[in-house]
């Protein structure tokens, strides 16, 4: 750990990312700060992107190749989805929680089609989350 001309501490760490080495640096006012974030990106690394993270990814992926009806019908289901799952890390999510999730919009009185469009979003979320690498397998595979 350094400390720099400002009056900050600095550390730096080597990751790789899409293949490639790179340099995350870690700075504050003092050692144990500099320490704290660096525990902090550490274990945010070990649990995986949130849903709504993985989602936003997707969602600019995807949407530039659709055609903005299809958009208009994907984004209350995209709200429903956040709604349930959007804090939780992608790779914790269970095909019980899905199946749960889409059972409880069924009860709600959502149309049956409202319930495709809903599970479709969720799959192709967890299919672009399986092509990114943040998951192994995509949980709503089953259902």
Known sequence: MIKRSDGRWQEQITIT???KNKRK????KTQKEVKRK???YQQS????????VVE????????????????????????????VFGDQ?????TPLEIDRSVQQIT????SHQSVKIYLSVLRQVCDFGVLSGDL????????
């Open 17 to 19: 990312e899409h293949g």
């Open 25 to 28: 640096y870690f700075y504050g």
């Open 107 to 110: 009860k709600k009185g959502y």
């Open 45 to 52: 690394q070990a649990t995986g992107r949130t849903f709504a």
């Open 136 to 143: 192994t397998v995509n949980p709503t595979a089953s259902i």
């Open 56 to 83: 936003a990814d997707w969602e600019n992926d995807h949407f530039p190749n659709i055609q903005h009806g299809t958009q208009v019908s994907y984004s209350p289901a995209v709200k429903r989805a956040l709604s």
């Open 38 to 40: 660096m525990l902090e």
């Open 89 to 93: 890390p992608i790779q914790n999510i």
